[in-house]
């Protein structure tokens, strides 16, 4: 054999060795980076939180729990007997029935309220009679008739007197 021949068939080894230690390096390095993935994962699925942030935890659900809540004050309630109109529908005949509570400002507004309790029927009664099955039957048409009940009933009691008022039935049909 020439020293040529040699050199090629020295070649052609050290190929086919580099080509064999390739796939053998590729899969040693995929089989680290699964490991490390691994690892990683299991510290952080696993590892528990040190005892200082447990207790900052802790400290921080005591204090919320501690701290008072900005709830506002409930005022008097006052249940009315329930009401059973007619709506003014022109087309068809269409029944309202609506149990209201009244939220009163304080105890003297409830006794002046019991006092001039069938001027407040009165004027509830008439406020649901003009309405039709349109006007009450969505949301805003439920917001509407309330915030005209209250005004309607603080012109009875003087003004700022009610709270607000609850529906606590509302039927149409």
Do not use: F, Q
């Given at each position: 054999m020439t020293a040529k021949e040699r050199e090629e068939t020295t070649e052609g080894a050290g190929q086919e060795q580099a080509q064999?230690?390739?796939p053998i390096f590729l899969i040693l390095l995929v089989?680290?980076?699964l490991a490390g993935a691994g690892a990683g994962a299991y510290f952080f699925f696993f590892s528990?939180?040190?005892d200082e942030e447990l207790a900052?935890?802790?400290a921080q659900e005591k204090?919320?729990?501690t701290q008072p809540r900005n709830t506002p004050k409930v005022g008097v309630l006052m249940p009315l007997e329930p009401f059973v109109v007619n709506l003014a529908d022109?087309?068809?005949r269409h029944f309202l029935k609506a149990s209201i509570t009244?939220?009163?400002v304080d105890d003297s507004a409830k006794d002046d309220a019991d006092?001039?309790?069938p001027r407040i029927r009165n004027d509830i009664i008439m406020l649901l009679t003009s309405q039709t099955m349109e006007d009450v039957i969505t949301l805003e048409g439920k917001i509407r008739l309330r915030d005209q009940l209250i005004a309607r009933v603080n012109r009875i009691l003087g003004q700022g007197r009610v709270k607000n008022v609850y529906f606590a039935q509302f039927v149409v049909q």
């Open positions: 064999k230690k390739s089989v680290l980076a528990a939180p040190s900052k935890e802790i204090g919320a729990l022109p087309r068809a009244l939220e009163l006092r001039l309790l």
